[in-house]
């Protein structure tokens, strides 16, 4: 998948959103795992969401479901984590990661070979 890189993080207040984007620099499977990642300080790295770019389908962590949406534009090389009514406690460095398609149904981080250098989201109560 090559190189990836993650826009989009920022300041809200709680109970807003923000679009996170993680763009690929190379894409050389039709099938492969997309996922988000988070940690806040002194945590250990939590799952947010995965993504099957090839099927579309998405599995979410509890703590954000119903909340947060994985897409991706396959034409873009791109996968976008939208966030909504967003809570203090998701304040963290969130980090976009590839892997096989296999990594989709492990989920834990130690699956994923391929990681972006993470991008901040702070939300204030």
């Known amino acids: 998948q090559g190189r990836l890189v993650e826009s989009g993080g920022g300041s809200v207040q709680a109970g807003g959103s923000l679009r996170l984007s993680c763009t690929a620099s190379a894409s050389t499977s039709k099938e492969y795992c997309m996922a988000w990642f988070r940690q806040a300080p002194g945590k250990g790295r939590e799952g947010v969401a995965t993504i099957l770019t090839g099927s579309g389908t998405p599995y979410y962590f509890d703590s954000v479901k119903g909340r947060f949406t994985i897409s991706r534009d396959n034409a873009r090389n791109t996968v976008y984590l939208e966030m909504n009514s967003l809570k203090p406690e998701d304040t963290a460095m969130y980090y976009c990661?590839?892997?096989?398609?296999?990594?989709?149904?492990?989920?834990?981080?130690?699956?994923?070979?391929?990681w972006g250098q993470g991008t901040q989201v702070t939300v204030s109560s």
């Open positions: 990661a590839a892997g096989s398609e296999y990594s989709c149904y492990l989920r834990s981080p130690q699956n994923f070979g391929n």
